[in-house]
């Protein structure tokens, strides 16, 4: 049951050194709080280069999280990918 996501928006896919983990998150709703993605920005989510592959680093990430059923975890590696993406622009626009 741990291998699948939350079907709301409250679920965040982390992919981290350690595995893919999914996590349900409460984003600040005062009033004039800053949008979600801002927030997760704030909290410093951030990415790092890891000198392999993408697809290689995913492979291994999927059988660090289940290394008996590795095909049970959602494959999610063109988000990784949408992901690196969107990091490197906000970086060229800091």
Known sequence: PNLKAAMDRSC???VHTNGVHYCNLQYCRCLGAEDSHIQL???GITMWNCGTLAMNFYSKLQRITSNAFPHLVLHRYRELL???RMWQLLKLLK
């Open 82 to 84: 949408r992901v690196s």
């Open 41 to 43: 920005m704030m909290a």
């Open 12 to 14: 965040l896919i982390v």
